[in-house]
């Protein structure tokens, strides 16, 4: 199976959080993209692997989501699913105004559960969307490796 042959997603944001602690470093806007194709066991977002999830993404949502970013306690920008390679319409669109209002001041993260070396040979969307990413967090969720208190630093 080839990317091209995967579902793409049909414009929808399942969820934003506005001040997101568990979504990379420091406090961060998380946008969380409905549609995945992977139904990975254990899932932790189940509703957002349908691609009708949620509402449609706008420009009203992505200037809502530039403005929640335009603080300066906002670390940064994290892309989650659902699946943000199978949502090019959405992410590209998003990385590229985020990138122009912030620069290199913000981070951008990816949770994706594709393999960076996948990506990096599929198409030029693709291609083009990794290289807008600070931080890619790559390859399925395997319920038995997962740790819940992974973030969690003992001072």
Known sequence: MTLLDIKQGQGYIAKIESNSFVDGEGVRCSV???????????????????????????DEILAEILDDCDHDYISGLSLL???????????????????????????????????YEYLANDCTERRELLSYIDVLVDGLFIQHLFKPDYHIKVL
């Not at 199978?86 to 122009?100: E, G, H, P, Q, S």
Request: contains cysteine; glycine residues 12%; proline residues 3%.
């Open 32 to 58: 969380y993209v409905s549609g995945c194709p992977f139904n990975c066991v254990g899932c932790y977002n189940k509703a957002s692997q349908k691609f009708r999830y949620g509402e449609k993404y706008t």
């Open 81 to 115: 699913g659902g699946e943000p390679f199978c949502n090019l319409d959405i992410t590209l669109n998003l990385v590229k105004a985020f990138r122009a209002r912030f620069g290199n001041t913000k981070t951008i993260w990816v949770w994706t559960g594709f393999l």
